[in-house]
């Protein structure tokens, strides 16, 4: 059985007789630098997380949360202005394709609301160029395609995750932009032949 | 009074050279050497077009055609064709003309129509057939077809020949008779009537409208058939089964093989049908809002 011996290899009798500290035998911080830098430049933004104090952090995610959600409000009312234009419209046209409240919410993709601002805004003089009982009857069709979202949007706020109710939904979007662009379609079809 | 006589004399001039200003109606006839498997391309407004194959390697045009139309144009090179009527800038598309059009038999068509009536048949080339608020009845032939009115009425019949057909009204009536293939049809408000002799792929949808298909399926064929408050009835026979799922909100749901539709879910609204006919090789998925649900797995 061995005895208990200090770093020098004397025999020592009780703690007291032990170093208070034991200094490595070379200056081991270089490496540790070198080794804390690599982790640091593969992760920096996770190293900084680190660095900042949970209270602090909190206060930060507050902020965050805060401008996203202004930044969203600020996209539906964008959303709101661009997609309902307010000038020019004949009657009829705007209560057929008025946005509705969960416009914002269920399509949000920047190309669609675009090409579908695009389309509403010529939508008058794409109207004008059909023959009359051609354009009652468009406007019929987009009548029920509005009557449908709303209806589409009443039941999903009663259940709001119903898989089938938002199928649905998306493909009346789809249903919609399919008949804008028939119409855009057929009043150059009109204007070419 | 001599004043007053002279001002009606000049009255009556007038709307005597406006009357001579405004033609009868005339006709025109103009045949041209066309390939027998090209593209001809026919326009016109108002009236009616009518398109028939034949044997011969001409495109041959007769028209009558009201006052208001200035010319037709018709011409033909690198197998292209071109017919089309043309009105003078002023008369805002009211001027009419009913065509005739006789085609080489393999030929590919392109008809475009505002308000006149497209009417086509004895062709077997690819159709693609568009019309404002004229009607669109067709003979199909073995190609693809894509046919598509705003508000005016389809009515396609086909020989069972498959081929890949998309049709699209926006408030018209669709119906196809004897189709075949890949079929792919909607309307937001008129009424969707399909049959088809034998079919690989179907979608059919409506917002408003109802939708009827009856289909015999092909081995693996896919149904898909949906409607926000139209009722859609789907009658499907295939030799080796098929799955199905439908699905709706606040529709009823029924079937010819009794099988009872269950609730979506305990506290959930809607019902639901599924299960297996057969070997469950294809697959048919129909839903809908508020329209009702109808599967038949016979013809």
């Not at chain 2, 058939?225 to 139209?230: F, K, L, M, N, R």
Request: with cysteine; net charge negative; aromatic share 4%.
């Amino acid at each position: 059985m061995t005895g208990p011996y200090d770093g020098t290899g004397r025999k020592v009798d009780s703690l007291a007789e032990l170093a208070r500290s034991i200094e490595p035998e070379r200056d081991l911080w270089p490496t540790i630098e070198a080794s804390l830098g690599r982790v640091e430049a593969a992760a920096p933004a996770a190293s900084d997380a680190n660095l900042i104090p949970p209270r602090r952090r909190r206060a930060r995610l507050t902020w965050l949360a805060a401008a996203a959600m202004l930044a969203s409000v600020a996209v539906g009312v964008w959303i709101g202005r661009s997609v309902l234009p307010d000038v020019g419209v004949p009657a009829g046209v705007g209560a057929a394709t008025d946005a509705t409240t969960f416009d914002a919410a269920y399509v949000n993709d920047p190309r669609y609301q675009r090409e579908r601002a695009a389309l509403l805004r010529s939508l008058p003089a794409r109207l004008e160029a059909l023959p009359p009982p051609a354009r009652a009857k468009v406007l019929a069709s987009l009548a029920t395609i509005r009557k449908a979202k709303q209806d589409l949007e009443s039941a999903l706020g009663k259940d709001p995750g119903n898989a089938l109710l938002q199928e649905l939904l998306v493909d009346t979007y789809q249903d919609e932009m399919r008949a804008l662009t028939d119409v855009r379609e057929a009043s150059d079809a009109g204007r070419g032949v | 009074m001599r004043r007053a006589c002279g001002m009606a004399v000049s009255l009556l001039a007038l709307c005597a050279s406006r009357m001579a200003l405004a033609r009868d109606d005339w006709t025109f006839d103009k045949t041209v050497a066309a390939s027998a498997r090209g593209v001809v391309d026919i326009s016109n407004v108002a009236g009616s077009i009518e398109v028939s194959g034949w044997d011969r390697q001409e495109v041959s045009v007769h028209a009558v055609l009201g006052g208001e139309v200035e010319r037709v144009d018709v011409s033909s090179e690198g197998g292209r064709t071109l017919v089309k009527v043309v009105l003078p800038s002023h008369t805002r598309g009211h001027g009419e003309a009913e065509l005739h059009v006789q085609v080489p038999r393999e030929s590919e068509v392109d008809v475009s129509a505002v308000s006149a009536d497209i009417r086509l048949s004895g062709v077997l080339g690819v159709e693609r057939l568009n019309a404002v608020s004229g009607d669109v009845t067709a003979e199909l032939g073995n190609a693809d077809v894509e046919a598509k009115t705003v508000s005016g009425e389809l009515r396609l019949k086909g020989h069972g020949s498959a081929a890949r057909l998309h049709i699209s009204s926006v408030s018209g009536d669709v119906r196809l008779e004897h189709g075949a293939g890949d079929f792919e049809g909607s309307t937001v408000s008129g009424t969707l009537g399909v049959t088809l002799d034998s079919a690989g792929s179907i979608r059919a949808r409506s917002t408003s409208g109802d939708v009827r298909l009856e289909a015999k399926l092909a081995r693996g064929a896919t149904v898909e058939a949906t409607s926000v408050s139209g009722d859609v009835n789907v009658r499907a026979s295939a030799e080796d089964g098929f799955s199905y799922e439908a699905s709706s909100f606040s529709g009823d749901i029924s079937d010819c093989f009794d099988v009872k539709a269950e609730r979506a879910g305990q506290y959930m609204p809607g019902s639901r049908l599924q299960g297996t006919r057969g070997a469950g090789a294809g697959h048919v998925r129909i839903k809908t809002m508020s329209g009702d649900v109808q599967l038949c797995d016979r013809n």
